[in-house]
């Protein structure tokens, strides 16, 4: 089962990249490394490839940037793009994990919508007890799905152009902010 997948990537990623290599995490030393920090420690400086890194299941997560205005995520997939993604595949960062803590990343899909008006997300968070501070999720569509589970967002804003946040999440937004072209719109939520 995938838990958490996200990806390295360089400021600006086009859709049509692919994934060079998978470092897989386990702390049981079944996979490549036993933390995350040793995978990223592992992707050489000035590293021009794609690196996906895998948590396997039953890790507890810290995942820490050095603030939502200094550390990007970068991706452009979108829903019924050209390699068949969809909108639970296409996020820029996905997490099924539980127990998860993100700190201070911008999780951005660069999809800009122009071309056709596509669900383009930015993080999908569906594992339980997740908490979320002072991040950043910018998109064009459907930027934030809070799928399933408890979500904590402190200090975090959502920027996008039309459907923010959607999903079935049980999630409490704490001085968080969201921005847009158009008026503000939550769906989804029970």
């Not at 200090?155 to 999440?169: A, E, H, K, P, S």
């Amino acid at each position: 089962m995938t838990v958490l997948s996200t990806s390295l990537h360089v400021p600006v990623a086009t859709a049509a990249a692919s994934i060079a290599k998978t470092i897989v995490v386990n702390p049981s030393g079944t996979g490549d490394f036993r933390s995350v920090q040793e995978a990223v420690n592992s992707v050489p400086d000035y590293n021009n490839q794609w690196i996906k890194i895998h948590l396997a299941s039953g890790v507890y997560s810290l995942l820490e940037g050095e603030g939502a205005q200094k550390t990007s995520i970068e991706w452009g997939d979108y829903a019924s793009d050209s390699r068949g993604h969809d909108t639970a595949s296409c996020g820029t960062f996905t997490s099924y994990a539980s127990n998860i803590v993100v700190a201070g990343i911008t999780f951005k899909n660069t999809y800009d919508g122009y071309s056709h008006t596509k669900q383009a997300v930015a993080a999908l968070i569906a594992g339980d007890k997740s908490s979320l501070y002072s991040c950043g999720f910018v998109g064009y569509q459907d930027t934030l799905a809070d799928l399933f589970g408890r979500h904590y967002f402190k200090g975090c804003y959502i920027q996008g152009v039309t459907d923010f946040i959607f999903g079935l999440g049980q999630s409490i937004y704490e001085v968080s902010t969201r921005t847009c072209r158009d008026s503000i719109r939550v769906h989804g939520s029970p």
